[in-house]
């Protein structure tokens, strides 16, 4: 079962097990589940942070804070933040030439 926004999931990085709300929808970079995580609040300490869905080991109660408010300017950005980002610091390698080595002046030689 996958959590979702509200639930209280345990978590565990194989050292440490903790409690924690899932405070957002899953963030999905690959195609690959292990990967997926979620932005959380952990009860015990009261700091906020990401979880990956590999660390849950079990969600403990479904809809535990539905309602669980909090403040963060990273989730307020909309998509032409990442998209001037992307304009800005792409790197595509096989666009620009390779760089000439000290190798290669020895050769002409």
């Known amino acids: 079962m996958r959590p979702s926004k509200g639930d209280l999931v345990l978590v565990s990085n194989g050292e440490y097990t903790t409690t924690c709300i899932i ?59 990442y998209a001037d980002l992307h304009d800005r610091f792409a790197y595509f390698p096989s666009i620009f030439p390779a760089l000439k080595s000290d190798c290669d002046d020895n050769d002409e030689d």
Do not use: H, M, Q, W
């Open 23 to 81: 405070l957002t929808p899953p963030y999905d970079p690959t195609d690959n589940n292990d990967n997926n995580f979620y932005y959380s609040y952990c009860l015990e300490d009261g700091l906020f942070g990401l979880i990956y869905s590999r660390e849950i080991i079990s969600i403990v109660s479904k809809n535990f804070a539905p309602d669980f408010e909090f403040e963060s300017e990273l989730f307020d950005t909309d998509y032409s933040f």
